[in-house]
Structure formats: C-alpha cells, structure tokens
C-alpha cells in the first residue's frame, strides 16, 4: 500500500506570491489533516478535512484554504505569502471518522518565503 | 494551543543505554500517541495508549499513561544510533471528534 504522497518536496516563493500544496491519502482513507512545523512553535494543526467537508479548523487566518476532493486527495493554498510562512508543511491521512486514530504522515513540503 | 509537552526538551545518550521521554497533558483525554520524526521528514506513528491502559509495550518500546498526573512516559530501551530523532506525543484536542495536538517534542541523539 502507498504511503501519504506530498508533492512538491520543496518550494521557493516569495512574499505576496500564492502557493498550493497537494496531498494524496493513503487508499481507502478518508480523513486529510494538515499541519504546519516551525522550529519556534512546533507542530501547529491547520485543518482536517472528512470526505470533502472540512471537519475542523485550527487559529490560522483566513489566508490559509484547503479543500479535498471526492477522491480524498486534499490541497492547501495560502495567498499572500509572508515571511513567517516559511515551514514544513505537513499532511496526515487516517481512516477513522472520530478523529482519535493514528495518523500516517506524508515527507512534507518544504516552504521557504524570500 | 499546546495540549501536551514533553520533558527533557534535548536528550543525549550513549548507545546501549535507555532514553526516558516525559509528556504532561492538560485536559482528560480518550488517547494518547508517540510519534518519531527524522530531520525535516514527516511523522512516523510509534504507539497508541488509550486511557483504560497503564502500560504497552512494542519492540524496545514501552509506554506509560498516568491520567491521575495527567502524563505519560516512553522509554527506549537498549537504544541505538538509529533511534536518533525527534519525539513528540498527541493528544486530541478535547472529546469527541478532535484533532491531534502535538508537543514540541523531545530531541534525542544517541552517540555510537
């Protein structure tokens, strides 16, 4: 079975631009969260998605958006890039409804804002 | 928000040795889960302890749930240079249907 597939592994942008990070599940699962890592604050949760509703939300503005697609696979986009998005953005699959299961982690994306 | 935090924050060891890892949580919980993530890579699932659990055991690992203290231990016995990584427990956030919060970690190097 395939693991969590991110893509891409790396990204260069700079401030003001828009990015998108994709997300492939593992098959048959249904829940996508995502997660942004920072050395300062860790692991912040960003957003979970359950057969294309979104099923929670972390404290990130606005500028932050994900959806997911009937196939499970999930995208996330922040516009208006700032300095401070800089990160490894992380994606997660589980097959549980509850929300209480492990999670299967993707590589990552790599964001670096200049 | 922060839900659990581990203790130490960095830990060195020797190779052979046991590395101890603390997590200290706030609220009840249903669960909790050890994760190991190797530099700049994604998350790797170790082990679940539910809340009616003391005590699991997987390999050289081995966990402990106190939910009168609200904290849990992981314990890595006869470590090796390859358990070198970074440590984090989760939580769910509240009851019910809930993300998982994680702490900032513990960073163990194990010296060969």
């Known amino acids: 079975k395939a693991g969590v597939t991110q893509t891409p592994r790396y990204l260069i942008k700079t401030r003001g631009q828009q990015v998108t990070l994709s997300c492939s599940p593992i098959s048959g699962h249904r829940s996508v969260s995502w997660y942004q890592q920072t050395p300062g604050q860790g692991l912040q949760f960003l957003f979970e998605?359950?057969?294309?509703?979104?099923?929670n939300k972390g404290n990130f503005p606005g500028r932050f958006s994900g959806r997911q697609f009937s196939n499970s696979r999930s995208e996330m986009n922040v516009s208006t890039l700032e300095l401070g998005d800089s990160a490894l953005y992380l994606c997660?699959?589980?097959?549980?409804?509850?929300?209480?299961?492990?999670?299967?982690f993707g590589s990552g994306t790599q964001l670096s804002v200049l | 928000s922060q839900q659990g935090e581990e203790d130490p924050q960095a830990l060195s060891i020797q190779e052979g040795e046991n590395a101890t890892m603390n997590c200290s949580y706030k609220t009840s919980i249903n669960n909790l889960q050890w994760y190991r993530q190797n530099s700049g890579r994604g998350l790797v699932h170790l082990i679940l302890?539910?809340?009616?659990?003391r005590e699991k055991h997987s390999g050289r690992l081995r966990v402990t749930l106190d939910t009168s203290k609200k904290s849990s231990s992981l314990l890595i016995t006869a470590s090796r240079a390859a358990d070198t990584a970074s440590y984090f427990c989760a939580t769910p956030r509240s009851s019910g249907n809930t993300p998982l919060v994680f702490g900032k970690g513990t960073r163990l190097s194990v010296i060969a």
């Open positions: 302890i539910r809340s009616n659990e």
């Open positions: 998605y359950f057969s294309e509703t979104q099923r």
């Open positions: 997660a699959s589980s097959s549980d409804r509850s929300g209480n299961e492990k999670l299967f």
